[in-house]
């Protein structure tokens, strides 16, 4: 099993930052792949980052390109997103997740975190 614990959401105006956290515990080796994930109210849970835990390849989605980046701490098993220059459509509530292999889909991750809500306001 693979615990991952978020933190660092909260509310924030348009045109500021961010920065998530999310610490992963126990079977560690089983996360090979991190992603964040954000859900919005009715709609569905859609891909922002993902990070290669072994090699540190990133990819994003479009619309977080330029202004959202992930990164990790190996020693502290801990992966972050950076957000800036936040818009009030990134309002959401924030995964991370983790996989041996990962995908682009939430269907691809094994283990979840509780979430954390970022709110930007306009």
């Known amino acids: 099993q693979v615990q991952l614990v978020e933190s660092g959401g909260g509310l924030v105006q348009a045109g500021g930052s961010l920065r998530l956290s999310c610490a992963a515990s126990?079977?560690?080796?089983?996360?090979?792949?991190m992603a964040w994930f954000r859900q919005s109210p009715g709609k569905e849970r859609e891909f922002v980052a993902v990070?290669?835990?072994?090699?540190?390849?990133?990819d994003y989605a479009e619309s977080v390109k330029g202004r959202f980046t992930i990164s990790r701490d190996k020693a502290k098993n801990t992966v972050y997103l950076q957000m800036n220059s936040l818009k009030p459509e990134d309002t959401a509530v924030y995964y991370c997740?983790?996989?041996?292999?990962?995908?682009?889909?939430?269907?691809?991750?094994?283990?979840w975190g509780q979430g954390t809500q970022v709110t930007v306001s306009a």
């Open positions: 997740a983790s996989d041996l292999q990962g995908g682009f889909g939430p269907q691809h991750y094994e283990y």
């Open positions: 990070m290669s835990w072994v090699i540190g390849r990133t």
């Open positions: 126990g079977r560690t080796l089983s996360t090979n792949v």
